[in-house]
């Protein structure tokens, strides 16, 4: 087992093989509470010696073990039961991934439940993956068979640590698939907390394994190891860009869910209470730390200044507290780093537009790394804080004139994950749905996510998608068999 608690920082291990182990390099990295800025975990710093030996694992149950004879009703029984522990000790769960976040609690409640209802899901699509006869003109039967692609390394980024993780993982073990995941260096607990059930649900040794360790070490050489055959990577896009360049030399398969600069579009016509509430959620939830963040909010010209000033009084009344506090809506940024990398942003927002609120640290907290939710209005399209992803509380209100002027706004950027669009006229709602360049589209709603419905990015916000029938696909081959139905000689002679 995980060593547990040794007092009040945890030290944990990592998964390899079936076993829990320390790195090669006995070297730990320690793992901060954003809100309070103390260490709570230590964990294995892992480096490449590590990984080998998790690829080593991993390539043995896929090719050998028991895996490779596994049949989609065990693999899918394996799942069920992995669901049930992670629902049993769902509280616990979340308790950590909102400590090591700093996510409000009543959210990381909602990503335990998403993480084990994503595992249901694959559990069930386990024994639904179909193959196809095909209708070839010869005296032959050819069928395509679905086989799962081999050894697949999961990349994850620490906004959702668990979900991410688990968006991967469900579909690839469902698939046939076995698994190294490297969660993110600042935000790995919950992942190794999941470790802890492996055995008793029935997982075979090497199956899923998990290594801690930094992403330039231990990315790196998941990357750039042969026997990897495909990489699924969450994260930002400069990162993405460089997995796409290592994973070229060993041709791998790659998934990439990048980052995301997303329009939430605001008619005159919509519901203007709901919209208010609808601009907040959409870039503030999360403290802003979302993928799919409405971080470019687009209001038609005639509501524009009474919408960003009742924005701006409803703004200034979100809750900022104690992650573990029920009534917190928005906890400290993950790290320092983050923290920093926001606080920059806001600094270069002040020259670049106007600000109604926010524009610093939260002053009331003497420790962690909390930051006030700020709104730019009378924003350019052009400027940074409109193009690039900030991946915090900051949010930018761009104003246009027509339904034209909002699509040509909305599509001016080279991320395309996700947008949103309010408005009572369901030909204008749907006009709008159909210009966006972007792989998700809310009406009159912004960030509910289904594992039912396929998530991804359109242009330079990644490729691949994750969830439902797609997430499956994603972790398999296709194999053509032609069977020969004609006794007659081939007559090639
Ligand atoms: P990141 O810095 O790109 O890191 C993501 C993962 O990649 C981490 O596990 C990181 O490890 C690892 N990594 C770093 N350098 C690497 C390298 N050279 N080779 C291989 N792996 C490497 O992203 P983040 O800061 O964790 O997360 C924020 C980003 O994720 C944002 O851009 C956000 O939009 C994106 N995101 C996208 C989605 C989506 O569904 N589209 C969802 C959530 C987040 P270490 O952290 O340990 O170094
Ligand atoms: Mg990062």
Partial sequence: MPSGVKSEVRSYQMYINGEWVDSASNKTTAVIDPSTEEVIAQVPAGNVEDVNRAVAAARAAFDTGPWAASTPQERGRILFRLSEKIRENAA??????????????????????DAATCFEYYAGMATKVLGTVNPVPDNAVSLTMKEPMGVAAMITPWNYPLLMATWKMAPALAAGCTCILKPPGVTPLTALELTKWLPEVGLPPGVLNVVTGSGSVCGTALVRHPDVNKIAFTGSNSVGKGIIKEAADTLKRVTMELGGKSPNI?????????AIDGALFGVFINQGEVCSAGSRILVERSIYKKFVEAMTEKAK???????LERETKMGPMVSQDQYDTVRAYQELGKKEAKMSTGGGRAAKFAKGYYIEPTIFYDVDNSARISQEEIFGPVAVVIPFDDEKDAIRIANDTPFGLAGAVWTRDLFKAFRTVKALRAGIIWVNHMQPTYVEAPWGGYKQSGYGRELGPWGIEEYLESKQVHINLNEQPIGWY
């Fill in 92 to 113: 616990h769960l979340a308790e950590i991934e909102s400590r090591n976040c700093g996510k409000p609690i009543v959210e990381a409640e909602y990503d335990i439940n």
């Fill in 266 to 274: 605001f008619f005159a016509d919509a519901d203007f209470e709901n």
């Fill in 317 to 323: 009344t979100i809750r900022l507290g104690p992650p």
